[in-house]
């Protein structure tokens, strides 16, 4: 019952599948897509399989496609490939029944090695999502495999074993490289999930924000706060806020009775109403410090910088520095 419960968590926790609705299993026959079929099946879900068979491995193909439609009552789609490399067999794999929501058995497992490859491949630390773009799901992602394959074990469930596993890049970080950081330290798997949970506990704007390949971007954290990014600098700022009566920003205290005006942070490209000079320039000019620009106030109407508290006045606005 515990992996149940902790399938259906993680499910319930990210709206992977609706309750009790349709869901094709995508699978090889091994255990982690076996036990992905089973599990679902005895969570409720109107579960299907579908096997993709590529035929690389001759007869050995041709007997996972036997027992994927025999076991698992599988419907059986055969796509050649051109070239063969692991990129293009996945992409093969999520292209057939996109009409459909798919699932695949990915299991914490399948989440360090992807971390560790991304990592020395690209120096990028992310892992799989819970949800691909094209909306194939990840059920089994709280389980470790050898939990997929003790599950089948105990229902005295059949799975096959991929050979050439071994001889793909996953396969030598799975044999050799993951064992050997194990005997650096027993909670190695752990450790590296936990650097990926770590990531998580960001506000998802903050998350895309950081992916971003954008140059300049700024996103709203919610609560008033929001997130900027220019280039290889990031800071936080206070969103915009209504000058209908006195407002605090940082060490300032401004006050005015005029209609329409909103107090927020500096942005590159801010200009004086009216004017053609660049708060940037104002700043320079003043001698304010790069670091202290992000968290001075600006006095704005619309998109207009009307004040700049300290350094350029208006009529009609207060501002004193406690």
Same mark, same amino acid.
């Given at each position: 019952?515990?992996?149940?419960?902790?399938?259906?968590?993680?499910?319930?926790?990210?709206?992977?599948?609706?309750?009790?609705?349709?869901?094709?299993?995508?699978?090889?026959?091994?255990?982690?897509?076996?036990?992905?079929?089973?599990?679902?099946?005895?969570?409720?879900?109107?579960?299907?399989?579908?096997?993709?068979?590529?035929?690389?491995?001759?007869?050995?193909?041709?007997?996972?496609?036997?027992?994927?439609?025999?076991?698992?009552?599988?419907?059986?789609?055969?796509?050649?490939?051109?070239?063969?490399?692991?990129?293009?067999?996945?992409?093969?794999?999520?292209?057939?029944?996109?009409?459909?929501?798919?699932?695949?058995?990915?299991?914490?497992?399948?989440?360090?090695?992807?971390?560790?490859?991304?990592?020395?491949?690209?120096?990028?630390?992310?892992?799989?999502?819970?949800?691909?773009?094209?909306?194939?799901?990840?059920?089994?992602?709280?389980?470790?495999?050898?939990?997929?394959?003790?599950?089948? !074990?105990?229902?005295?469930?059949?799975?096959?074993?991929?050979?050439?596993?071994?001889?793909?890049?996953?396969?030598?970080?799975?044999?050799?490289?993951?064992?050997?950081?194990?005997?650096?330290?027993?909670?190695?798997?752990?450790?590296?999930?936990?650097?990926?949970?770590?990531?998580?506990?960001?506000?998802?704007?903050?998350?895309?924000?950081?992916?971003?390949?954008?140059?300049?971007?700024?996103?709203?954290?919610?609560?008033?706060?929001?997130?900027?990014?220019?280039?290889?600098?990031?800071?936080?700022?206070?969103?915009?806020?209504?000058?209908?009566?006195?407002?605090?920003?940082?060490?300032?205290?401004?006050?005015?009775?005029?209609?329409?005006?909103?107090?927020?942070?500096?942005?590159?490209?801010?200009?004086?109403?009216?004017?053609?000079?660049?708060?940037?320039?104002?700043?320079?000019?003043?001698?304010?410090?790069?670091?202290? !620009?992000?968290?001075?106030?600006?006095?704005?109407?619309?998109?207009?910088?009307?004040?700049?508290?300290?350094?350029?006045?208006?009529?009609?606005?207060?501002?004193?520095?406690?």
């Amino acid at each position: 019952m515990e992996v149940l419960e902790r399938v259906e968590r993680h499910i319930r926790a990210n709206d992977l599948i609706p309750p009790g609705g349709e869901v094709t299993c995508l699978v090889s026959g091994g255990a982690d897509s076996t036990c992905l079929h089973g599990v679902l099946g005895e969570l409720g879900y109107r579960v299907s399989a579908l096997h993709v068979d590529h035929g690389l491995r001759g007869e050995e193909s041709d007997a996972d496609a036997r027992f994927c439609a025999e076991v698992l009552g599988a419907e059986v789609v055969r796509v050649h490939p051109l070239r063969g490399t692991e990129d293009e067999l996945r992409e093969l794999r999520y292209a057939v029944a996109a009409d459909r929501l798919r699932a695949t058995g990915h299991t914490a497992s399948d989440q360090v090695e992807t971390i560790l490859y991304r990592l020395v491949s690209s120096g990028n630390a992310k892992g799989i999502k819970p949800r691909r773009e094209d909306g194939v799901v990840r059920p089994l992602l709280p389980l470790w495999r050898e939990e997929t394959e003790a599950w089948c !074990r105990d229902r005295g469930l059949e799975f096959r074993t991929d050979a050439t596993n071994a001889d793909t890049k996953r396969g030598l970080i799975r044999e050799k490289i993951v064992p050997l950081l194990e005997r650096l330290h027993p909670g190695a798997r752990e450790n590296i999930l936990r650097a990926l949970d770590d990531r998580r506990t960001m506000p998802p704007a903050l998350a895309r924000l950081l992916d971003s390949p954008a140059g300049s971007k700024r996103v709203d954290l919610g609560g008033g706060l929001q997130a900027v990014r220019e280039h290889d600098r990031l800071w936080l700022e206070q969103g915009p806020v209504d000058l209908d009566r006195e407002v605090r920003w940082g060490g300032w205290r401004i006050a005015s009775d005029l209609p329409g005006l909103k107090v927020r942070g500096w942005r590159p490209g801010d200009r004086l109403a009216g004017r053609s000079k660049k708060i940037q320039d104002v700043f320079v000019d003043a001698k304010i410090p790069r670091s202290d !620009r992000e968290g001075w106030p600006l006095v704005v109407r619309g998109d207009e910088v009307v004040a700049v508290p300290g350094i350029v006045d208006a009529e009609g606005v207060s501002a004193t520095r406690e």
